[in-house]
């Protein structure tokens, strides 16, 4: 299994980035796709999820009117357009495979494989 994440970079306060991540060794649809964030000293983060089982996907609170993540099942890609970007956005962006095993006001995800990250910056 192989996760390939990329779109990273750095971009001025309030621009956008969209964020790619490429899945390959694996029944692409039956499992939940996840992205994830984190800064040094902070843990992990969840920024959102597509399952496999719903239509749509679960977003952190904190990203949620203006992140937007789009599932292509037939090329095996998530992504993750990010708007109105913020210094506090700032970080190493994750995508991962596993499950998704909780979701109402937050999600949880059993996640088994990540890639390797991309940076994202955002300049205020």
């Known amino acids: 299994v192989q996760l390939q994440a990329s779109g990273g970079g750095l971009v001025q306060a309030g621009g956008s980035l969209r964020l790619s991540c490429a899945a390959s060794?694996?029944?692409?649809?039956?499992?939940?796709i996840g992205w994830f964030r984190q800064t040094p000293g902070k843990e992990r983060e969840g920024v959102s999820c597509?399952?496999?089982?719903?239509?749509?996907?679960y977003y952190a609170d904190s990203v949620k009117g203006r992140f937007t993540s789009t599932r292509d099942n037939a090329k095996n890609t998530v992504t993750l357009q990010m708007n109105s970007l913020k210094s506090d956005d700032t970080a190493v962006y994750y995508c991962?495979?596993?499950?998704?095993?909780?979701?109402?006001?937050?999600?949880?995800?059993?996640?088994?494989?990540w890639g390797q990250g991309t940076q994202v910056t955002v300049s205020s």
């Open positions: 991962a495979k596993g499950d998704l095993i909780y979701s109402s006001n937050y999600f949880l995800m059993a996640c088994d494989y």
């Open positions: 060794g694996l029944n692409f649809e039956d499992y939940a």
């Open positions: 597509f399952s496999d089982r719903d239509a749509w996907p």
